[in-house]
């Protein structure tokens, strides 16, 4: 069922109020306009610049002194009486932007009568139009909440079609290759309808053709304004991963996962992992390198960023985010840090109104139930701050432990990072450069790299085995300075994770578990 044909029967079965969660208010406007049509209602539109107007066809009659949300609910409030037995009688109100007023006492009073007395006639409805939910709790049982979702792939179609059939206006012809059409329109996804519109006029006037390049690079930017998302681009490669093999062959086998013949085979689609480890063990990295692997789109959710000081700014922000992961699906959901957004749960409902119980509780409800393919790659590095119900079976399909590289996965990661420098490993003993880099991890290592490059250039010499050696000796790593933390991250994760690394564990001095040989 669409949601347009969902809104035809809430306002069949009368219900009083509904609100429609939407940017697209142009839209949704011209779609409600369709339905009071097609049920012979009048069409009232309300905001606070223009008061009521009654729309009829391609005429506007404008009652005065109605831009007061007050003023203007007071006229809804006179026109709630029994439908005469010929005529328009019905009437849909649409009234734009009204969910600033939600915390006036008057106001929410006024709605709850209006939709008091909606109930006990026919043909009245009132539809509120915001881009974010604000409810009132003396409305919570008075009010209908609808989301409106954002265009799909046979709409975004119908737009790029329509877009090549106006360029034909000014004498530019657009000529799509095999499979252009597809690329275009999963490009597109995730956007609202003028954004879609927008980034199309945008590529043909820059490019004089409609270019994925454009596209995707005004998508970054758009997706940016959500300040909690940001859009990857995936150009690390799954060897460019030190070790971590159990996670490689486990992300290998479900490569093709998202395809139609994996569903035909009767496989469903895979949720997601939760990466526990030490910092700067690749955690971060992987989700890349999967993602390239993959060929999906990476999406990032800051949840740090999710709460805000507006009263349901929150819950709404981490819904839209969801909504738009949703949209463009399949895809991955690139979630770094979790524990750091999850922290403080426990105490929130004093701290914050329950705000961030709230919108906890939202998202994991959202990976419990959710149908479409949004695969969650989460990392964390504190188990402490993690509830209970995120680690449920359900949630995640694996939860991996990432314990700092043994031996040969450290020579491993010095052969990429010399790689990744155009450098010839052959060049350097790597086994001294493993052994002296003992409880360190791969972005330690990395950075170890490049302190002996930046010390040969200064000595203008060309780097050397040495130079990187007394970068090594010179670092004190995080497996010492928070060795008691890492030491409870490994005794957590014993029998509660899968080891990331297929190399054989042993307890050893200092806490080190991975053979050192």
């Known amino acids: 069922m669409t949601t347009i044909e969902q809104l035809d029967i809430l306002i069949r079965a009368s219900y009083p109020i509904i609100n429609i969660i939407t940017y697209e208010e142009s839209r949704v406007k011209e779609h409600l306009k369709e339905l009071s049509v097609k049920r012979k209602r009048q069409f009232v539109t309300w905001s606070c610049t223009q008061g009521l107007i009654n729309i009829e066809g391609n005429k506007e009659f404008k009652e005065n002194n109605t831009t007061d949300p007050l003023e203007a609910l007071s006229k809804i409030n006179d026109k709630l ?77 119908i737009m790029l079609d329509t877009a090549i059939e106006d360029m034909k206006q000014v004498n530019l012809t657009i000529k799509l290759e095999n499979g252009e059409r597809e690329k275009i329109i999963k490009s597109c996804s995730g956007l609202t309808g003028d954004e879609v519109e927008n980034v199309l006029t945008k590529s043909v006037v820059q490019n004089k053709t409609i270019d994925i390049k454009t596209i995707i690079e005004e998508k970054k930017q758009i997706v940016r ?21 159990n996670i490689k062959s486990w992300m290998l086998r479900r490569s093709k996962a998202f395809t139609d013949k994996a569903k035909e085979f009767g496989l469903s689609f895979p949720k997601g992992v939760l990466l526990l480890g030490v910092q700067g063990c690749g955690k971060s990295l992987i989700c890349k390198a999967v993602a390239s692997l993959w060929k999906l789109p990476l999406i990032k959710l800051d949840m740090g960023k999710v709460f805000e000081g507006v009263v349901g700014g ?95 996965e450290r020579k491993e990661i010095f052969n990429i990072h010399l790689k990744k420098r155009k450098r010839d490993p052959n060049k350097f003993t790597l086994d001294l450069l493993a052994k002296t880099s003992s409880n360190f991890s791969g972005a330690e290592i990395e950075a170890a790299v490049e302190e002996g490059m930046f010390t040969a250039f200064d000595e203008g010499a ?43 564990v042993v307890t050893v001095v200092g806490g080190r578990r991975a053979i050192e040989m």
């Open 81 to 157: 009486v029994p439908e005469p037995p010929t005529g328009l009688g019905g009437i849909l109100w649409v009234l734009a932007d009204f969910h600033p007023y939600m915390d006036d006492p008057i106001v929410i009073r006024s709605l709850k009568e209006i939709a008091d007395k909606i109930k006990t006639i026919k043909g009245k409805t009132l539809i509120l139009l915001s881009p974010i939910l604000k409810l009132p709790i003396e409305l919570e049982k008075q009010i209908t909440v609808l989301d409106w979702p954002l265009p799909n792939q046979t709409d975004i179609g």
């Open 225 to 245: 304004k959500s300040g909690i998302l940001e859009y990857f681009d995936v150009v690390e490669d799954l060897n460019n991963v030190g070790g971590l093999d």
């Open 314 to 408: 929150s819950e709404n922000k981490i819904n839209r985010a969801l909504m738009f992961a949703e949209s463009i699906a399949p895809c991955i959901l690139y979630l770094d840090e979790i524990d750091k957004g999850f922290a403080g749960m426990g105490s929130s409902n004093f701290s914050d109104a329950g705000t961030t119980a709230r919108v906890i509780g939202t998202f994991l409800t959202w990976m419990q139930e959710k149908k479409s393919p949004v695969f969650i790659i989460a990392t964390a590095n504190d188990i402490s701050n993690l509830p209970p119900e995120l680690l449920r079976k359900g949630r995640f399909d694996e939860t991996f432990f990432v314990d700092l590289p043994t031996l040969e």
């Open 462 to 504: 060309e780097v050397n085995t040495e130079h990187i050696t007394k970068a090594l000796t010179d670092t004190v790593p995080l497996s010492k300075t928070m060795e008691e933390k890492i030491e409870g991250l490994r005794k957590w994760a014993g029998d509660r994770a899968r080891l990331a690394s297929s190399k054989e």
